[in-house]
């Protein structure tokens, strides 16, 4: 297994920062929209926030229910208070923070762990808790920041104004949903056995995988919601519908009890509007195909509906740019995906021994002090 170094508790410091530093974020934007007297976007952009500090402190909860049964159940009762008024995160921070100095800095100059605390149960308690954290972030990533990047994108292209630090607070959103998704593969890597560490190159290659196709993406259902809106609703519904009856039909075994595991399913289904989520640990290459396939036809059907029935709009160089940027972000998504699979994926160096499924990167868990939740969510 990786180890937690001392440049990885420098990230989870940054993480903390990032998170509050979101939330100021998001409620300066709410109130700035408020004050214009646009209070429609000020209720959306809450309650894109409520919804998804709700069911993250819902699964935060769960699972300190499941890691901590038998225990102390007075433990519990704060630590639902905690998740009740919506701070259960910091709580995971704390742990993160007070496992991942331990491992990063006592124990790596020179250690003071006895037997019945060796090393190893530090380094793996460390590497479950950032994991988990970094599985809520990509609950937060889809159920919050891509439904808002996508209303910022909307209220830009309608109303048409050239705001450079909109420009720039869009951009970064679109970074913050690759690098979330980046952070999580690396969680993943170290809490595996038998996995090499993800280099720089791998993770650049990822990183540029993610961040072009979800950008062609959102671009296209900024496209066709500024066409007609209610068109976009019924897309997006249908899509997270094929989503959702899709995870169903995999079975998926992520949580204890049917209503949470119904819950997951829901979320998993919002997960793959806007990209590739895979949840069982199996070969997807066939699946994979078909999802940025389908979103390509789409893509283009798009800027062909444009070109027919909207002529008029072509002509403004608004438009021009943004259907460069969709075109050649997809593109380019897709060439990186190609690269990130045919030299980068662990199947391309995975022990045949030590892997269950070599594609996905899913391995034996014996080893382990318990057999982690991420053993069932899988990301590509």
Known sequence: MMK????????????????????????????????????????LILSFRGLSSLITQIFSYEWFKNDWEGTDTGKLKWIFLAHLFQCGIFIRYWFALKYGCQAAFKQNSGGDASETDPPNYIQKQVIDVVTDINMLRVF?????????????????????????????????????????MVDYQVSLRKSLPDKDEFHVLP?????????????SWILSISLITLLSVRSSVILLIFLWICGFTWTVKQHTTFCKSMKMEYLYRTVVGIILIFTFFNIKGRKTKYCIS????????????????????????????????????????????????????????PTAYCRPQACLDEVDGEAEQKDRVKTGRFQNFLMQ
Request: net charge positive; glycine share 6%; aromatic share 20%.
């Open 290 to 345: 078909i999802y940025y396939a389908t979103h390509t036809v789409v893509t283009l059907g798009i800027l062909l509906v444009y070109m027919f029935l909207k002529p008029s709009i072509i002509k403004g160089i608004d438009f021009v740019i943004v259907s460069i940027l969709t075109i050649l972000s997809l593109v380019l998504g897709i060439i990186f995906l190609a690269v990130y699979y045919r030299c980068f994926h």
């Open 4 to 43: 937690f170094t001392k440049q990885n508790f420098i990230f989870l410091v940054g993480g903390i920062v990032i998170y509050v530093v979101d939330i100021g974020l998001d409620l300066w934007v709410a109130s700035k929209y408020f004050c214009q007297g646009q209070y429609f976007w000020s209720i």
């Open 203 to 215: 993770k650049l290659v990822y990183l540029f995988y993610k961040l072009l196709t979800i950008t």
């Open 140 to 180: 937060k990533t889809f159920l919050e920041t891509t439904p808002q990047l996508f209303v910022q994108i909307y209220i830009l292209m309608e109303h048409g104004k050239n705001d450079f630090c909109q420009y720039a607070a869009i951009f970064v959103s679109f970074c913050g949903i690759s690098v979330s």
